[in-house]
């Protein structure tokens, strides 16, 4: 019968005289990407060993010696080679057997490059553990297996490696203080537990270490035995019954309204996450969401919560988080209506106005590049190059600036050129402090009656006839709701409208009133403290007046002789200025309030020289003290 297990090749070179002085004889060795057969049998030559090779010994390798070596050396030099390329010599007695590295655990033989397999008991350390750093130094094909029932480990390599691992595991399977234990609690939560030992900063700087296992309600710690027992101790105190089931807080909420918040806190006490977080969910869904309950006391501002102690913890938290200190911004405007011609001189002194500050307006009808040119540089404010390069601008769209912010003053000074201006016609000065994200709304104006229906009767019944009638504001209105981010921009969504009443029913010979109505309605960027143009709403009034001397300008015939017609068109441009001023804490607030005050008592009291001035010096010294004190 015919065997095709293995082809084996015997190299029958017998341990004559010759050989074994050959071996004691010193060689240079130089195999440059020799076939593996081919030095197999030059090594079988030079030691005078039997190898045995096995078929699926293939491969070439490379051996190179730059001095002299013996034969010793170079069958050592060969059994490491046969070990990179994945081969594996095994002595058996006189024959050395040639095999792939995973076939040899099944072969017997003895010596240093033997395989062996050796069972190694571990007494202090996890062999688990230890089974990832021994692969590390152990060879390519070799085993190494852990028993966590037993804490054994089992590896396979040649017998130099087994040894090496030996020597590893006895240094490093020592007893440690640092030992895992795992603690169960019956009351407290486990989240609980990590919070309160969070507080306590010396005994993690010491080294203990803590996990909590919500799921199962226990907690891991590892470190010294002194620390554990401590900690322990501590939980013996804290993991005692609650003398109540559930908890119940009033929460007192100082800026945010209890109202808004009560649909966010059900959300969130609906959330897995959130409860889980808690210690009062086993992760399959399994809670009491029931139990839990928020209710609004809207005349004291405050959210009533009941709930399982862990959970109120947690709430609070995210309540403390919510109620926090707004942002004010305080708003000013001047809503004018100018003439054209005043809308474009005005336009340069915006422009000019604060040399410093770099005023700007951007967006304009007809604005010629050399104007940004002309408005950046050093400029007279009256220089008739500015006057030249603004002669075309026809009406502001939008436009932006630093107005002279300091001390208020820059709007004081906008409104008393708009009102010493018979061209220009200040319709409102409105300015309200509003909180980040609320909306501020001024109205200014007269409730004027418009009539909707009426009611006649078409025979002589006692019925009288009646009008229905329904009271509109005609005026201004300005709703600004401000956004404030977290450096110095404000973000501005802006809604204004004017209305006015044209004439009577009588004189346009209408059923009622007329009203002309302008709204601007936007969303704008501004620099805290820089000011916005809203404009460009061009209107037209067209007069029509005729006079006459009385009783002859009505004759025929000769009546045109005494009376005269006239056509006037006026044109006006209504502008809205706009500036934001943040106010994150009452300091800025007291500071601002002075700012304004001392601006109104030094424009409107004092008299150079004079006993008023005297006066507005003593009341503005007296309104700082009380703003100190506040």
């Given at each position: 019968?015919?065997?095709?297990?293995f082809?084996i090749?015997v190299?029958?070179?017998?341990l004559t005289?010759?050989?074994f002085?050959?071996?004691?004889e010193q060689?240079s060795i130089?195999?440059?990407?020799a076939?593996?057969?081919?030095?197999?049998?030059?090594?079988?030559?030079?030691?005078g060993?039997?190898?045995?090779?096995?078929?699926?010994?293939?491969?070439?390798?490379t051996?190179?010696?730059?001095?002299?070596?013996?034969?010793d050396?170079l069958?050592q030099a060969?059994l490491?080679?046969?070990?990179?390329?994945?081969?594996?010599?095994?002595e058996?007695?006189?024959i050395?057997?040639?095999?792939?590295?995973?076939?040899?655990?099944?072969?017997m033989?003895?010596?240093?490059n033997?395989?062996?397999?050796?069972?190694?008991?571990v007494?202090?350390?996890?062999?688990?553990?230890?089974?990832?750093?021994?692969?590390?130094?152990?060879?390519?094909?070799a085993?190494?297996?852990a028993f966590?029932?037993s804490?054994?480990?089992v590896?396979?390599?040649?017998?130099?490696?087994v040894?090496?691992?030996?020597?590893?595991i006895e240094i490093?399977?020592q007893?440690?203080?640092?030992?895992?234990?795992?603690?169960?609690l019956?009351?407290?939560?486990?989240?609980e537990a990590?919070?309160?030992?969070?507080?306590l900063?010396?005994?993690?700087?010491?080294?203990?270490?803590?996990?909590?296992?919500?799921?199962?309600?226990?907690?891991?710690?590892?470190?010294?035995?002194?620390?554990r027992a401590?900690?322990?101790?501590m939980l013996?105190?804290?993991?005692?019954?609650?003398?109540?089931?559930s908890g119940?807080?009033?929460?007192?909420?100082?800026?945010?309204?209890?109202?808004?918040?009560k649909?966010?806190?059900?959300?969130?006490?609906q959330?897995e996450?959130?409860?889980?977080?808690?210690?009062?969910s086993d992760?399959?869904?399994s809670?009491?969401?029931?139990?839990?309950?928020?209710?609004?006391?809207e005349?004291?501002?405050?959210?009533?919560i009941?709930?399982?102690?862990?959970?109120?913890?947690?709430?609070?938290e995210?309540i403390a988080q919510?109620?926090?200190?707004?942002?004010?911004?305080?708003?000013?405007?001047?809503?004018a209506?100018?003439?054209?011609?005043?809308?474009?001189?005005?336009?340069?002194q915006l422009?000019?106005?604060d040399?410093?500050?770099?005023?700007?307006l951007?967006?304009?009808?007809?604005?010629?590049a050399?104007?940004?040119?002309?408005?950046?540089?050093d400029v007279?404010?009256?220089?008739?190059?500015?006057?030249g390069?603004?002669?075309?601008v026809?009406?502001?769209?939008?436009?932006?600036?630093?107005?002279d912010?300091?001390?208020?003053?820059g709007?004081g000074?906008?409104?008393?050129?708009?009102q010493t201006?018979t061209?220009?016609?200040?319709?409102?000065?409105?300015?309200?402090?509003?909180?980040?994200?609320?909306?501020?709304?001024i109205s200014?104006?007269?409730?004027?009656?418009?009539?909707t229906?009426?009611f006649?009767?078409?025979?002589?019944?006692a019925?009288?006839?009646?009008q229905t009638?329904?009271?509109?504001t005609?005026?201004?209105?300005?709703?600004?709701?401000p956004?404030?981010?977290?450096?110095s921009?404000?973000?501005?969504?802006?809604q204004?409208k004017s209305?006015?009443?044209?004439?009577?029913?009588?004189?346009?010979?209408?059923a009622?009133?007329?009203?002309?109505?302008r709204?601007?309605t936007?969303?704008?960027?501004?620099e805290?403290g820089?000011?916005?143009?809203?404009?460009?709403?061009?209107?037209?009034?067209?007069d029509?007046?005729?006079s006459?001397?009385?009783?002859?300008g009505?004759?025929?015939?000769?009546?045109?002789?005494?009376?005269s017609t006239?056509n006037g068109?006026?044109?006006?441009v209504?502008?809205v200025?706009?500036?934001?001023t943040?106010?994150?804490?009452?300091?800025?607030a007291?500071?601002?309030?002075?700012?304004?005050?001392d601006?109104?008592i030094s424009?409107d009291?004092?008299?150079?020289?004079?006993?008023?001035?005297?006066?507005?010096?003593?009341?503005?010294?007296?309104?700082?003290?009380?703003?100190?004190q506040?």
């Amino acid at each position: 019968m015919k065997q095709n297990f293995f082809k084996i090749w015997v190299l029958g070179v017998t341990l004559t005289y010759s050989a074994f002085s050959l071996a004691q004889e010193q060689a240079s060795i130089n195999f440059r990407d020799a076939d593996i057969n081919t030095l197999i049998e030059s090594v079988a030559e030079i030691t005078g060993k039997s190898f045995v090779v096995d078929p699926r010994v293939r491969g070439n390798v490379t051996i190179i010696a730059p001095n002299t070596i013996d034969a010793d050396m170079l069958y050592q030099a060969f059994l490491s080679a046969l070990q990179v390329q994945g081969f594996q010599a095994v002595e058996d007695g006189a024959i050395v057997r040639i095999v792939p590295f995973n076939q040899a655990f099944g072969v017997m033989g003895g010596g240093d490059n033997e395989i062996e397999t050796r069972l190694i008991k571990v007494e202090y350390v996890d062999a688990q553990g230890l089974a990832p750093v021994i692969r590390q130094v152990i060879s390519t094909n070799a085993r190494v297996q852990a028993f966590a029932e037993s804490n054994y480990l089992v590896v396979s390599d040649i017998r130099s490696n087994v040894e090496e691992v030996v020597r590893m595991i006895e240094i490093m399977d020592q007893p440690s203080e640092a030992e895992i234990e795992v603690i169960n609690l019956e009351y407290i939560s486990a989240g609980e537990a990590v919070y309160i030992v969070e507080e306590l900063q010396q005994i993690q700087e010491q080294g203990l270490s803590i996990v909590e296992d919500t799921l199962n309600n226990r907690i891991i710690i590892s470190g010294p035995s002194t620390l554990r027992a401590s900690f322990r101790n501590m939980l013996r105190v804290l993991d005692i019954p609650n003398e109540r089931e559930s908890g119940v807080e009033v929460i007192n909420l100082n800026y945010a309204k209890a109202i808004n918040l009560k649909p966010i806190l059900d959300s969130i006490m609906q959330s897995e996450t959130f409860l889980m977080s808690a210690g009062e969910s086993d992760g399959e869904g399994s809670t009491s969401q029931g139990s839990y309950r928020v209710e609004v006391d809207e005349s004291n501002n405050a959210l009533v919560i009941a709930a399982p102690p862990s959970v109120l913890r947690e709430i609070l938290e995210v309540i403390a988080q919510l109620d926090i200190r707004k942002p004010q911004v305080l708003i000013e405007a001047v809503i004018a209506e100018i003439s054209q011609d005043q809308a474009q001189r005005l336009s340069a002194q915006l422009i000019y106005a604060d040399q410093r500050a770099g005023g700007y307006l951007t967006q304009f009808d007809n604005l010629l590049a050399t104007i940004i040119g002309v408005g950046s540089g050093d400029v007279d404010f009256n220089s008739d190059a500015a006057a030249g390069a603004l002669g075309s601008v026809q009406g502001a769209l939008i436009g932006g600036g630093n107005f002279d912010a300091n001390e208020g003053r820059g709007f004081g000074l906008l409104i008393q050129a708009l009102q010493t201006d018979t061209r220009t016609r200040v319709l409102s000065t409105p300015s309200i402090v509003t909180l980040d994200n609320e909306e501020g709304y001024i109205s200014v104006g007269t409730e004027v009656p418009f009539i909707t229906g009426s009611f006649t009767s078409s025979n002589n019944s006692a019925s009288n006839p009646f009008q229905t009638i329904d009271r509109e504001t005609v005026g201004i209105e300005l709703t600004v709701t401000p956004q404030v981010s977290e450096g110095s921009l404000v973000r501005l969504s802006i809604q204004q409208k004017s209305s006015s009443l044209l004439a009577t029913a009588a004189q346009l010979g209408t059923a009622d009133v007329v009203t002309a109505e302008r709204e601007i309605t936007t969303n704008v960027l501004v620099e805290d403290g820089e000011f916005l143009i809203l404009g460009g709403l061009m209107d037209d009034q067209y007069d029509d007046t005729e006079s006459r001397v009385p009783f002859l300008g009505s004759m025929p015939l000769i009546g045109p002789l005494f009376r005269s017609t006239s056509n006037g068109d006026d044109r006006g441009v209504l502008m809205v200025f706009i500036r934001p001023t943040i106010i994150r804490d009452s300091e800025s607030a007291n500071e601002l309030s002075a700012s304004r005050f001392d601006y109104l008592i030094s424009r409107d009291l004092s008299v150079e020289d004079g006993v008023e001035g005297e006066e507005a010096t003593r009341f503005s010294e007296s309104l700082e003290e009380i703003m100190e004190q506040d």
